[in-house]
């Protein structure tokens, strides 16, 4: 059937997080797919060798974008930059996250307020900046990093959880504003993926034995397994999902 792949060729993309898991998993995907990709990292122009030998002969291109999506007058300022060199962002992956655990009743006001600037502020910011130029253009495509802790709240990570049930409400309240303007906003979940993210429930022999009984699938995420999915919702394969936050999570959510 003609047009049933997922074809991003001429399309400019953003990818938040995209110097290690699931971020450069994306950024993979979607340049295999044709797009163009500008790769956010807090310092991630430091690995530009190491990302050109990686994305070479795809069909799209890669290119290393620095900033400390924690700092506002950043944000901006990276606004100012992509406007100024003229690229416009037909697919904006919001995937930057961090994660504090801590007990609610010593949780630190600051590991609470850095979560929220990356994990939902930021989010927000670039939505609402490159969102705004894709409704002047009458296309995009947004899709944000949620979590299975959208629905859940997970234990020791109240912050964590409570912006990434705000990402999934967000999501929706973009998409009710510009779904009819051409502009798709959607998310995706993902349940437990091996990443840095990750890395203190993988070193826990028990938590790691009780998350794997409790997935249906029985196995941790690989961050290939989020990324082409995210690669559909930035697709024209799926210009009619507005406003949705696929769950991928092994069958997590199911059980
Ligand atoms: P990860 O391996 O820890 O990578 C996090 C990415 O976010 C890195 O590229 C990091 O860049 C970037 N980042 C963090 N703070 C930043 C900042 N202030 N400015 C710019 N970039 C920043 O995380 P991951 O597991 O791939 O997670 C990706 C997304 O999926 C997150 O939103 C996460 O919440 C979500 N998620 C993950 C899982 C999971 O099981 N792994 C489950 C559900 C949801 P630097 O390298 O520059 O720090």
Redesign the pocket.
């Known amino acids: 059937m003609p047009g049933a792949r997922i074809d991003l060729l001429g399309q400019t993309a953003l990818v938040?997080?995209?110097?290690?898991?699931?971020?450069?998993a994306i950024a993979k995907a979607l340049a295999t797919c044709g797009a163009d990709v500008i790769g956010?990292?807090?310092?991630?122009t430091g690995q530009a060798d190491d990302l050109q030998h990686e994305f070479e002969g795809l069909a799209g291109s890669f290119r290393p974008l620095d900033?400390?999506?924690?700092?506002r007058a950043a944000i901006d300022r990276m606004i100012v930059h992509l406007d100024q060199a003229g690229h416009k962002i037909d697919i904006l992956v919001?995937?930057?996250?961090?994660?504090r655990r801590a007990p609610a009743a010593q949780h630190p006001i600051e590991d609470w307020d850095a979560v929220m600037?990356?994990?939902l502020d930021?989010v927000f910011l670039l939505s609402r900046e490159l969102g705004r130029r894709m409704v002047e253009r009458g296309h995009g495509k947004i899709i944000n990093?949620?979590?299975?802790?959208s629905y859940q709240g997970g234990i020791l990570v109240p912050g964590?959880a409570a912006a990434?049930g705000a990402v999934a409400q967000l999501t929706k309240s973009l998409a009710n504003e510009w779904a009819a303007q051409g502009v798709n906003v959607n998310a995706v979940?993902?349940?437990?993926?091996?990443?840095?993210?990750?890395a203190a429930l993988q070193a826990d022999p028990e938590r790691e034995a009780a998350l794997m009984a409790r997935i249906p699938a029985g196995c941790w995420?690989q961050?290939n397994d989020?990324a082409w999915p995210v690669a559909f919702l930035a697709s024209d394969l799926a210009k009619f999902i507005h406003g949705e936050t696929l769950a991928v999570d092994g069958g997590w959510l199911a059980r």
Not at 16 to 24: E, L, Q, V
Not at 40 to 44: D, E, K, L, N, S
């Open positions: 938040t997080g995209a110097s290690r898991g699931i971020g450069r956010v990292g807090t310092a991630i900033c400390d999506l924690s700092d919001n995937n930057a996250g961090i994660i600037a990356v994990n930021a990093l949620a979590s299975v802790l964590y990434k979940a993902p349940g437990y993926v091996a990443t840095d993210n990750t995420g961050p989020i």
